[in-house]
């Protein structure tokens, strides 16, 4: 016969092998924190309702505050026979204060622990997630205003576009994830409601006080349904809809600073401490950290993908599928909290080397677009400017000369429009300094910005 807690109906025990693969202990222990504090409000509830006494409460209060002890110190006996976290841990209390241990689980059921325990868990998570999305952005505002003069080519096509500043490239960035922010924040509402109490799935017949230990536990309110509380794993799901897009991001910001260390555009240089040698190409300085989270993001995405698939076809309520949420949504924390923190600390780190910034957006004819507004404030129609600007940049490709080298009299073949301070807005420093209003690339806007974007952040 079986001795498992649900054992009473059973006439043999579990194959060996089944144990092995129904039990989530080897995982979901991470819970173990968040598991006795829902237990601690549960039987608090319990006593305030009358179905627990003062003497059985305070038993149980001090037995689960020893486990979590014993846990922490290193010495509790994790048992693959009992299950999974929550079991473990009945199983420790009833063994360290006898009966009133069984009388824990009155009114409840694994089911409303487990996704009690798991909003718990995603909680506490979120708020140290957004702390280090706050402390990366931080960085990259730091490094834009540094570089808010530092010119570089923009790119479309990844072809050189028009002339940018590299404060505008990296606030640009930074409000990508103001946007993952404000998603993150969004999801932690619909985390933050509990399903405590939901039992089973249709209640149950204790006189239960619902908004009590959701309220000990910090939650906002208790959840309406009971089918649906044991059942819900919208919450996972978008929370890891947000980390896929925030791993898209970073992803994105990862192949420009690949591409941006490389001799071939050489704009920037990652510290030593985050990069990585070759063991047969002594030369070698790879910048292995980016490429990484590049290469990270694949199993986020994953992640969402199998979420989803994982509730397609779930009838209500629980089923046991529900046990296969926990590594994907585990395996996502750990991936993005690393991620971020990798990003925060790297990014202040970057140093910019502006010659040769500068030199590639000298090349590449990156102010035609200023020309072409030059002869359109004289007054020309803008498709016959454009046209004009054209025939100037084949002239430069055929003679290999940029823009502004060439002389007034070589300019003056395609319009006579043109004069002599059309030399202003053909630099570097007149075509970026034009884009002078909110959201555009003058490095006084980029400054604007990022005051802006730091007053946001202090108000978080
Ligand atoms: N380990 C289970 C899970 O992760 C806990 C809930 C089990 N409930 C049940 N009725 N078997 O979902």
């Given at each position: 016969k079986t001795n498992q807690q649900?054992?009473?109906?059973?006439?043999e025990a579990t194959d060996a092998f089944v144990e092995r693969f129904t039990a989530s202990v080897s995982f979901d222990r991470r819970l173990y924190n968040h598991d006795i504090n829902g237990s601690l409000a549960h039987a608090k509830m319990l006593a305030k309702v009358g179905v627990l006494n003062a003497e059985e409460l305070e038993q149980i209060e001090s037995g689960l505050e020893q486990i979590r002890s014993d846990i922490q110190s290193g010495n509790f006996n994790w048992s693959v026979?009992?299950?999974?976290v929550h079991m473990n841990i009945e199983s420790a209390l009833t063994a360290k204060i006898g009966i009133t241990g069984k009388k824990l689980h009155t009114g409840r059921s694994r089911n409303d622990q487990v996704a009690t325990d798991i909003r718990l868990y995603l909680r506490d998570e979120i708020d140290l997630i957004a702390a280090e999305l706050t402390r990366l952005q931080e960085g990259l505002i730091f490094v834009a205003e540094r570089e808010a003069d530092t010119i570089m080519p923009g790119f479309t096509h990844l072809q050189t576009a028009q002339p940018v500043t590299f404060g505008h490239h990296l606030l640009a960035w930074s409000e990508m994830l103001s946007r993952d922010y404000s998603r993150l924040l969004d999801c932690r509402k619909r985390v933050n409601q509990s399903p405590l109490g939901a039992a089973a799935l249709a209640g149950t017949t204790y006189p239960i006080d619902r908004a009590y230990s959701a309220e000990l536990l910090g939650f906002e309110a208790p959840t309406e349904n009971s089918l649906d509380s044991v059942s819900d794993r919208d919450f996972a799901i978008e929370f890891s809809a947000f980390s896929a897009l925030l791993m898209t991001h970073l992803s994105r910001f990862s192949e420009e600073l690949v591409l941006w260390t490389s001799a071939q555009f050489n704009f920037i240089d990652l510290p030593d401490r985050f990069c990585t040698g070759s063991s047969i190409m002594p030369q070698k300085k790879n910048p292995d950290v980016p490429e990484l989270v590049r290469g990270k993001s694949g199993r986020v995405t994953g992640h969402l993908i199998s979420l989803l698939t994982l509730m397609k076809s779930q009838p209500l309520a629980y089923n046991k599928d529900n046990q296969e949420d926990k590594e994907p949504l585990f395996d996502t924390v750990d991936t993005i909290k690393d991620c971020l923190k990798a990003y925060a600390d790297m990014i202040p780190a970057i140093t910019a080397k502006k010659e040769s910034m500068r030199e590639a957006a000298r090349r590449g004819f990156s102010t035609a677009t200023d020309l072409a507004d030059y002869l359109v404030r004289a007054g020309m129609p803008f498709r016959d400017a454009h046209e004009v600007v054209g025939k100037s940049v084949a002239y430069g490709i055929d003679t290999g000369k940029d823009l502004s080298d060439m002389t007034l009299e070589e300019l003056q073949q395609f319009s006579d429009t043109i004069e002599q301070d059309v030399f202003e807005v053909l630099t570097l420093e007149g075509s970026v300094a034009a884009r002078d209003h909110i959201g555009g690339t003058a490095p006084r806007q980029v400054r604007a910005a990022a005051q802006r974007a730091k007053q946001l952040l202090a108000s978080r």
């Open positions: 649900w054992g009473g109906r059973f006439t026979q009992l299950e999974d």
